[in-house]
């Protein structure tokens, strides 16, 4: 184990073990400085009272040892025959806090809430379908005998208010007054929050959500404040450890709660509002204010050494280790010295929400494993650490595990003076030291034994400057190959932050050989590799690419099969949770529409011209692509390509979709990749810009119809200086200007030159120009004609304002073709300028049922005919 410096915090406790009268006299004593302890890597023969080292107090058997004293389970006899007590044992360490915020108390409240968030959406998602169940409940509650709900109702309404009363007189008579002042507060908070909340929603809140909540009846609270308070005050005096009370508040709810029904006096979803609001605020206010510290002291620790017969004489509490454990440097008798390792049962959550993120990212083969109990705990490392000593792998041996009570369990490790690399200069990282680093790793390899964390401070030198593994805490025994080579992939990428590319690769390669390399080439991904790696890749970005280059020098010809670590990338997840609200605000707009009504009242020669107008934009969009790819495309076939675009829409963002499967078609046409990446993104740019155009020329004349002369509409300026604000706040983040500057600086690299060569054919200009005016010119037509077919009339520019602006909303969207995003947009939109909103509603389906949905079934036949003929 690392030698630390002397703990540098002020205020520090020190605990001796001891019993008898040496406890009167150890109080008032003072240590005095003493030589350090000479380091050790091994058993040292007995030499007499050791010497403590700096910051560790001395020791005697008798008074005057230490400021208190508390008695251990060894017991020697003296010579009289009587009972001796044993030595007093100084724990220097910081004063433990006599209350912790418990990771366990947040991690409740955040799921609290995620679930109440989830109760909420379900409601309002199928309202009707709980609008039934609301009244079965009613039904059968009604039905229930008269004296029934008469003793239910008198039994449930006091018992909830007696038994939390008769609870807390049990834990003051106990001396636990401190825990129902927890539970005041958060009884308090609880009334205050529903009180609030439910104030808000009769007054000004959602009225769908205020209507299951009530029921639309009067004298009904959204959220009731007793239950709320009661499960509130239940949760903060931690009335679940004990079980007989839990089983009876718990009873007396229910009454409660029956009551409520048989009464109508709240609504299912109100009760289960209610139930899970207070159990957040519970929770809240347990990790506010904080837990009593249940982390046993350093004397606990003692008292466990001496039931492993180790005979410790002085300990100091050093630098916690990386999963942030309690580590103790412990003197022995016999002049060793061992390094302790206290796992606490608190800890245990300690950065669950970042290897919950990682479970659902990495697949299952990466992933580490989940919340383990404290035993589990202690026997995954213990046995990591015997598994490595009989490896043969240069490690602190492991020389004994115990718990310390219910709430810690200790491993004692034999203590060596190292250092950790990263804290080696670079000129002592010679290429000996990486020699022997991979050489340590290879006996793990050869045994089967995963590290899962070689990085820097747990690689180590020792003063014989030979290399000692440490922190196996997180390893794997049994590991399959794919866990093997993440570790080649961690340490060549760890090393060669230290040391380069070309040196990590090379030590590398001399003892595991360049096929090991070449199989942990494709693993080689920020991903796999721990988070302060991944944290220092940031300032080196080529790195992985360096090292993979090398790796490709020796081992040229490899066969690489890509490997896949992410089950899904972040953006995924955002096109879900985009896709769900759009698919629930598009559900609420289609409830209130007769489909058939829509079918039925639509005048058809304007939908046939809506549909006609739908056609001509996949013509306009095959022209547009043809104009700005300076090789010959044959129509037709283009235009195939643009119908089975709207089919890829249905799974990838519109800004996606299209640039996606026009990029695939360029390449099987024999373009090369990065010119038809730009032939691409040209078009794109060009349809930015006429996009931009339009709708300022639109906005232009439609802000100066009604007036005298031509002049903008004040609504126009605002938004344009808006958007100069915009564009001036963003250049003014280092970060997004760089961001912005970049990307600009690749769009010119690679698409400037590709419209060069357009430029220097007039019919490709034109061609061009043509079909991206015509592309947006046609979906215009086709709202304009979705809203004439339902009787609407509105001016050709303000729905050429209306499209555009709704269009590019749905092109940044992520969800498929801006499902949602789109028709909330264009029914906004449509309304604002003087439709009315079921019109609006009944012409927007129309255009995305032309424009979106129709074109899939052809998209699907061109897609597949397509993909038959390897266009595609």
């Known amino acids: 184990m690392t030698t630390e410096p002397d703990n540098p915090k002020p205020k520090t406790t020190a605990t001796a073990t001891g019993t008898g009268a040496a406890t009167g006299a150890a109080a008032a004593a003072t240590p005095e400085p003493s030589t350090p302890e000479s380091p050790t890597s091994g058993t040292a023969p007995d030499a007499g009272p050791p010497q403590s080292d700096a910051g560790m107090a001395g020791s005697g058997p008798a008074a005057g040892s230490g400021p208190a004293a508390v008695g251990g389970p060894v017991v020697e006899k003296g010579a009289g025959g009587e009972a001796e007590p044993p030595p007093v044992v100084l724990v220097v360490e910081p004063l433990l806090p006599q209350r912790l915020r418990r990771p366990s108390d947040a991690l409740r409240f955040l799921a609290t809430l995620l679930l109440l968030t989830g109760v909420v959406l379900l409601g309002l998602i199928a309202k009707q379908t709980l609008n039934g169940i609301e009244a079965d409940v009613e039904v059968g509650t009604a039905r229930a005998p008269g004296p029934l709900i008469l003793a239910a109702a ?62 639309d009846r009067t004298g009904v609270e959204p959220l009731n404040t007793l239950l709320t308070s009661v499960v509130a005050y239940i949760t903060a005096v931690r009335i679940a450890r004990r079980p007989t009370w839990r089983a009876l508040m718990w009873v007396a709810i229910a009454l409660d709660v029956f009551a409520l029904f048989t009464g109508a006096a709240a609504t299912a979803l109100g009760v289960v509002a209610s139930i899970l609001v207070g159990l957040g605020i519970g929770f809240g206010t347990l990790y506010a204010i904080g837990s009593p510290n249940t982390r046993p002291p350093g004397s606990a620790m003692i008292a466990s050494l001496r039931r492993l017969n ?148 747990s690689i180590h030198l020792d003063a014989a400057g030979h290399v000692v593994l440490l922190d196996a805490r997180s390893g794997e025994i049994a590991a399959g190959d794919l866990l093997l080579l993440l570790d080649i992939a961690q340490l060549l990428t760890c090393l060669a932050l230290r040391v380069g590319a ?70 995924t997840l955002v096109t879900i949770i985009g896709s769900a609200l759009a698919a629930y605000i598009l559900l609420s707009q289609l409830t209130r529409v007769n489909f058939v009504q829509v079918v039925t009242t639509a005048e058809w020669a ?13 013509v306009a969009a095959a022209l547009m692509l043809k104009g700005f790819v300076p090789e010959s495309l044959p129509l037709g076939r283009t235009v195939l390509v643009q119908f089975a675009g709207s089919f890829v829409k249905l799974v990838a963002p519109a800004a996606v979709s299209g640039v996606a499967i026009n990029t695939r078609y360029l390449q099987k046409r024999g373009i090369p990749s990065g010119p038809a990446v730009a032939s691409v993104g040209a078009s794109q740019l060009i349809g930015l810009i006429f996009h931009i155009s339009l709708l300022l020329f639109f906005a232009y004349v439609t802000g100066s119809t009604a007036a005298p002369s031509f002049t903008p509409s004040r609504g126009l300026l605002i938004a344009l200086l808006a958007v100069a604000v915009s564009v001036l706040i963003v250049l003014s983040v280092p970060p997004l200007r760089r961001m912005i500057t970049t990307r600009l600086r690749s769009l010119f690299s690679g698409v400037m030159p590709r419209l060069l060569d357009v430029l220097q054919s007039p019919r490709k200009i034109i061609e061009g120009s ?73 012409a927007v389906l129309l255009y995305r049922l032309l424009t979106f949905w129709l074109p899939v079934l052809p998209g699907w036949a061109a897609f597949t005919y397509l993909q038959r003929h390897e266009a595609i």
């Open 154 to 215: 008198f039994v449930g309404g006091g018992a909830v208010l007696i038994i939390p009363v008769a609870f807390a007189v049990e834990r003051v008579f106990h001396r636990d007054g401190l825990r129902v002042a927890e539970g005041l507060i958060a009884a308090i908070m609880a009334v205050l929050v529903s009180f609030g909340l439910g104030e808000w929603l009769v007054a000004a809140g959602p009225e769908d959500l205020r209507q299951l909540l009530t029921g």
């Open 310 to 457: 180790f005979t410790p004489v002085k300990a100091r509490r050093i630098e916690d280790d990386l999963q942030g454990s309690r580590r103790y440097a412990v003197g022995l008798a016999d002049g060793r010295r061992v390094d302790v390792t206290l796992l606490d049962r608190d800890r245990q959550v300690s950065g669950l929400l970042y290897r919950l993120w990682r479970r659902m990212l990495l697949t299952s083969e990466t992933r580490r494993r989940a919340i383990r109990s404290l035993r589990a705990e202690l026997e995954r490392e213990a046995l990591m650490a015997y598994a490595a000593q009989a490896a043969g792998v240069s490690t602190p041996r492991l020389l004994g595990t115990s718990e310390v009570g219910t709430e810690a369990a200790l491993l004692a490790y034999e203590h060596l003076e190292t250092r950790a690399l990263e804290d080696l200069p670079d000129d002592e990282i010679t290429d000996e030291v990486l020699n022997e680093i991979w050489q340590q790793v290879s006996l793990l390899q050869a045994q089967r034994l995963a590290h899962r964390r070689l990085a820097g401070e």
């Open 502 to 571: 070309e040196r990590s690769v090379r030590a590398a390669a001399a003892v595991l050989g360049p096929d090991a390399l070449a199989g942990a080439l494709p693993l080689l991904q920020r991903i796999a590799l721990t988070r302060e790696t991944r944290a220092a890749l940031r300032h080196h970005k080529n790195l992985l690419s360096a090292i993979r280059e090398q790796i490709v020098e020796l081992k040229p010809r490899a066969e690489v099969a890509e490997v896949r670590l992410e089950r899904w990338r972040p953006r």
């Open 606 to 618: 304007w939908t046939g011209l809506a549909l006609a107008a739908s056609g001509i934009s996949y």
């Open 770 to 842: 043509i079909g991206t005016l015509m592309l947006t010119l046609a979906f215009i037509v086709c709202l304009d004609a979705c809203v004439r077919a339902f009787g609407g009339e509105l001016d050709f520019a303000v729905v050429a304002v209306v499209f555009l602006a709704a269009n590019a909303i749905g092109s940044a969207a992520p969800t498929p073709g801006g499902l949602g995003a789109v028709e909330t947009s264009l029914s906004i939109g449509l309304t604002l300028s003087g439709l009315p909103s079921e019109v609006a509603t009944s």
